[in-house]
């Protein structure tokens, strides 16, 4: 086995990695297919090293950057649309929704704190997205909306 061979990790992704003798280069491997030219991977991968930097640290904006991605959304959670502030019905109770600074692609996999990586998106959208990655905002939508309703979450105003 190749000593670059093993688990890639990139933020809290890990991804299989090896080298290709016949590509002469290193693959990703996904359903047990090398990704450079669709061959059968069979090798057991025992070590794991970090292809990402992990020195970026999640922050806490500044509430003049909370308020300018608010207002580049109208006062409107990304993904289910509804106002700030909103009041739902939840386990027997009413609550307030709050705003959450959102990233589109999860910190955990990017480490990207940048400002176009960044959203505004309710409480609830953001704990029902949690880490998972997206192709669109669009599905991101979809399945904050799925998630709602299986939980019986009914909106009031």
Same mark, same amino acid.
């Not at 080298?19 to 069979?42: H, L, N, P, T, W």
């Not at 998106?121 to 309703?149: A, H, M, P």
């Given at each position: 086995?190749?000593?670059? @061979? ?5 933020? %809290?992704?890990? $991804? ?14 996904? !359903? ?9 991977? &069979? ?9 990402? !930097?992990?020195? %970026? ?18 006062? $409107? ?8 502030? /909103? $009041? ?13 600074? !959102?990233?589109? @692609?999860?910190?955990?996999? &990017? ?9 505004? &998106?309710?409480?609830?959208?953001? $704990? ?7 192709? &669109? ?5 979809? /399945? ?12 009031? @105003?």
């Amino acid at each position: 086995m190749n000593e670059k @061979s093993g688990i890639a990790i990139y933020g %809290s992704v890990g $991804l299989k990695r090896v080298y290709c003798d016949y590509c002469k280069r290193m693959a990703f491997v996904i !359903d047990g297919r090398k990704q450079c030219c669709d061959r059968k991977e &069979s090798t057991a991968i025992e070590s794991c090293y970090k292809m990402s !930097d992990s020195y %970026s640290k999640r922050k806490h904006y500044s509430p003049a950057v909370v308020k300018k991605i608010i207002e580049k959304q109208n006062n $409107l959670c990304l993904y289910c649309g509804n106002e700030f502030g /909103y $009041l739902y019905f939840r386990d027997n109770k009413i609550i307030k929704s709050t705003i959450h600074i !959102d990233h589109l @692609s999860p910190f955990s996999f &990017s480490l990207d704190n940048g400002m176009g990586n960044l959203r505004a &998106s309710c409480n609830l959208c953001n $704990l029902f997205k949690t880490d998972k990655i997206f192709d &669109s905002i669009g599905e991101v939508k979809e /399945y904050v909306i799925k998630k709602r309703e299986q939980k019986g979450i009914e909106v009031l @105003s």
